[in-house]
């Protein structure tokens, strides 16, 4: 399951190639068990989650303290060695796999919670923690994480961050740039940013941790991160809709905030398509409503404090739209296994999609009424190719996820969508990621939803923090906006 041969780049002769001398000099930092160079084992940091995005890393470094991605990291500078930052390598867009030989720098081994504030909600944890295992740790306190998505039995805190992954209750926690109080991180030439404090108010100068969030490994490696998390909710509930139209899906929602108000947490859409193959590809997954064959289903969560009166209201809610004819058929869970099994359906789609074989994902923010119109023509557009269309997401946040099945990686069937797609998101004033980040896939088409002097200005920060460009070669900023922002000895060689 190769990529398609547009995904490939060059590679940029400037970059230094391993020696000896580098091993030797990582093993004398991290010892010998954290410099891994056995191929089999670098397999899995070379290749991204969907097996999309491969490049050839010879060497993975497990460092497990922030002094060592310091020195680390000053040594590739120093020698111009290319390094990818990886977390829990769960990635969309090929962010976090190398391009060609770059270092590979897991977090992994950076796994420690440092402190948690039961009184406050503020965690401090190293960056490789693991999501699922964080919730755990502050669910025994009563907290509970601001975000939640299906890979977070993989991904990492500091992966999360650097990608700014919105997830499944954005909707009800806001993003990280809310829910982050500090960080630590270290830039390309080994400078340590400690601007890890817990204080819910500090204007004391930029705000520079806002600026690492989202950055996606190329302006610095987040070693640690203080989280503000909210309290756990005492009771939570979930309805599983059938929906006759994309225009009644529409009508549901803005019901749902006016009847459900500050207790609705999470409001995902998903079309007939995608619960189809999701059932098809998943054991274990069932059909909440399996008498039902309507276009679309939403998946709508309550968290609050009080479990009585939120299912009343959510009883009532339901009632209500199902009596106006907006919903066709609904069910809500009884419990907790119930719960999960809805869930498991709405967060199963990524992995059922994969099962299904290569894909062309498109991570879109779009106004609410324009999200279904998009994945209706492209449809159309792939008509006579061997593709499958399926679009579902978060639709509380107006963020579509469109997402092509194809047999095989083909540049015929890229051309069809791209750069279409994007001009088509750009028509609409929208976002061309809305949550998965730019990465290596979308590294010349930021200029879709920001204006130039936007990007010029990310290129001068870019130059300012890695002035040698190491960090994520290939990602995120076209190499034109680079090259006008950082002497020509430091820009890579044209494609
Ligand atoms: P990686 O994949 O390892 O890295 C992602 C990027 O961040 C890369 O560019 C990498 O270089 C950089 N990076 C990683 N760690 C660091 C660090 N410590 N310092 C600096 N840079 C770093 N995303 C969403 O937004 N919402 C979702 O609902 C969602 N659901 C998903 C469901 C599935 C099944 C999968 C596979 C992915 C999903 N994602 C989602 C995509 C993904 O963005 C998130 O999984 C997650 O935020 C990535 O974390 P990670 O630790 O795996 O990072
Ligand atoms: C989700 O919301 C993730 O399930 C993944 O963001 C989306 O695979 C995708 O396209
Ligand atoms: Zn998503």
Redesign the pocket.
């Known amino acids: 399951m190769r990529a398609a041969s547009s995904y490939t780049v060059p590679r940029d002769p400037r970059f230094a190639q391993l020696e000896q001398q580098d091993l030797d000099y990582f093993r004398s930092v991290i010892g010998d068990t954290g410099v891994l160079t056995d191929p089999d084992a670098l397999q899995t940091y070379s290749i991204d ?1 969907m097996g999309k995005y491969e490049g050839k890393c010879s060497v993975a470094l497990r460092p497990k303290s922030t002094e060592q991605v310091s020195k680390i990291l000053a040594h590739c500078n120093k020698r111009l060695l290319a390094v ?9 867009v090929g ?2 796999t190398p391009v060609h030989d770059e270092v590979v720098l897991s ?1 992994a081994g950076l796994n420690r919670v440092l402190s948690f504030d039961a009184v406050s909600g503020a965690l401090v944890c190293e ?1 490789g923690c693991v999501l699922e295992q964080l919730d755990a740790h502050v669910g025994g306190h009563g907290f509970t994480m601001p975000l939640d ?3 977070k039995g ?3 805190i ?3 961050l ?2 700014n ?4 209750r954005l909707l009800r926690y806001g993003s990280l740039h809310g829910s982050v109080l500090g960080l630590e991180a270290v830039l390309a030439n080994g400078t340590v940013l400690d601007l890890l404090t817990t204080l819910r108010k500090d204007n004391t100068g930029y705000d520079l941790k806002q600026l690492l969030v989202g950055s ?2 190329t302006l ?3 070693t640690a991160a203080a989280i503000q998390c909210p309290p756990r909710p005492a009771a939570v509930h979930v309805a599983y809709l059938a929906v006759p139209s994309f225009a009644t899906v529409q009508q549901v929602f803005v019901r749902a905030r006016r009847r459900l108000g500050e207790i609705l947490s999470a409001f995902e859409f998903l079309d007939r398509g995608s619960l189809e193959l999701t059932l098809a590809e998943l054991d274990g997954v069932r059909d909440p409503l399996p008498s039902s064959a309507e276009p679309f289903y939403l998946v709508v969560e309550t968290s609050g404090s009080n479990a009585e009166h939120d299912y009343a209201k959510l009883e009532a809610f339901l009632e209500e739209v199902m009596e106006e004819g907006l919903v066709a058929d609904g069910t809500l869970a009884q419990d907790s296994t119930q719960v999960a099994g809805i869930w498991g359906l709405r967060e199963g789609i ?2 059922a999609l994969r099962h299904a074989g290569p894909v062309y994902k498109y991570d879109l923010s779009l106004p609410v009424g324009k999200m279904y119109e998009l994945v209706e023509e492209t449809r159309a557009r792939v008509a006579g190719l061997p593709c499958r269309v399926f679009g579902y997401g978060h639709l509380g946040d107006g963020n579509l996820h469109l997402n092509v099945s194809t047999p095989r990686y083909d540049d015929a069937v890229q051309a069809r969508l791209e750069p279409w797609i994007y001009e088509w998101t750009a028509a609409q004033r929208g976002s061309v990621s809305a ?3 730019m ?1 290596r896939m979308k590294a010349e088409c930021i200029g879709y939803s920001k204006p130039a002097a936007a990007v010029d200005v990310m290129a001068q920060i870019k130059a300012l923090l890695d002035p040698n460009l190491i960090l ?1 070669p290939y ?1 995120v900023l076209p190499r034109a906006a680079l090259a006008g922002n950082v002497p020509a000895q430091r820009m890579p060689a044209a494609a």
């Open positions: 989650w990818v930052p990886q977390g829990g390598n769960t990635g969309l962010g976090s977090t960056a998505l299906g890979a993989s991904c990492h500091g992966g999360n650097a990608t992954a919105g997830g499944l996606e490994g610095g490696v987040i990524s992995v949550e998965h980040g990465g994520n990602k």
